[in-house]
C-alpha cells in the first residue's frame, strides 16, 4: 500500500494522532477508535497492522501489552515527497510576507486624517 494510500483513511490518520501524542496500549487504541468510529476490535487491529507494516506505527511488547507509538519513517517519506513543492512555494510565501509587512508600515506611516484621526 502506498503512503498517501495508508493516510487517506481518517480511522487510520486518527489513530497516528492519538500516537503523535503519546505512546499506547492497543487496548487503549481499540477503546478509543472503537467509540469514536463505531468499528469493531478487528477492524483497529487491521488498522493498526497496515499502520505498522507501512512504517508509520512501531510496536513492542511490555508484559502481556502491546505498546503503539510513531515511526517516523513513513512520516519522512510523506515529508520528502512533500518537500519537492516547497521551491514552488516558499519564495512565493516569503513574497506575500514582505508586502504584508510593507502594508502594515505604510499604513502605520500613513498622516492622520481630521476626521475621526483615522490614518489615511
Known amino acids: 500500500m502506498q503512503i498517501f494510500e495508508v493516510l487517506a483513511d481518517p480511522v487510520r490518520r486518527r489513530i497516528l494522532e492519538l500516537l503523535g501524542q503519546s505512546e499506547m496500549a492497543s487496548g487503549e487504541v481499540v477503546e478509543m477508535i472503537g467509540a469514536e468510529f463505531g468499528i469493531t ?4 487491529s487491521q488498522h493498526l497492522k497496515v499502520l505498522r507494516e507501512s512504517g508509520f506505527a512501531n ?4 508484559a502481556q501489552r502491546r505498546l503503539y507509538s510513531v515511526d517516523v519513517a513513513g512520516l519522512r517519506a510523506v515529508d520528502a515527497w512533500i518537500g519537492q513543492f516547497r521551491n514552488f512555494w516558499e519564495p512565493k510565501l516569503d513574497a506575500l510576507a514582505t508586502e504584508i509587512a510593507r502594508g502594515k508600515r505604510e499604513r502605520r506611516n500613513a498622516p492622520m486624517t481630521k476626521r475621526g484621526g483615522k490614518r489615511a
Open 41 to 44: 476490535q478487528a477492524a483497529v
Open 59 to 62: 510496536v513492542r511488547a511490555e
